[in-house]
Nanobody, 118 residues
Framework: VQLQASGGGLAQPGGSLTLSCVASRNILDFVTLNWYRQVAGGQREMIARITHGGKADYADSVKGRFTISRDNAKNTLYLQMNSLRPEDTAVYYC?????????????WGRGTLVTVSS
């Protein structure tokens, strides 16, 4: 499975960006689709996830500003990021999780860098 993330770049504080992640297989095969981010020198953290059924959850740090969504027909995951802050600067990764005989299997895309700066 390949996950191709795109949409990162430079944004001003208060601005918006939309990240996309295209999967090479049917995304309905995955239990959850997730966005993680990793700041320089920090650990990778989950910031948003969406279940097979479409239920979304967010980290407190992005709740109310970011929106995760999916287009099953296009096998694509999105992250709409609004009201961006300098602390949102990070490398963003898309992730897909499925289970094989109760064993979790994670698939990762290459990261896309988001820089929030004036």
């Amino acid at each position: 499975v390949q996950l191709q993330a795109s949409g990162g770049g430079l944004a001003q504080p208060g601005g918006s960006l939309t990240l996309s992640c295209v999967a090479s297989r049917n995304i309905l095969d995955f239990v959850t689709l997730n966005w993680y981010r990793q700041v320089a020198g920090g650990q990778r953290e989950m910031i948003a996830r969406i279940t097979h059924g479409g239920k979304a959850d967010y980290a407190d740090s992005v709740k109310g500003r970011f929106t995760i969504s999916r287009d099953n027909a296009k096998n694509t995951l999105y992250l709409q990021m609004n009201s961006l802050r300098p602390e949102d600067t990070a490398v963003y990764y898309c992730n897909a999780l499925r289970f094989d005989h109760l064993h979790p299997i994670n698939f990762w895309g290459r990261g896309t860098l988001v820089t929030v700066s004036s």
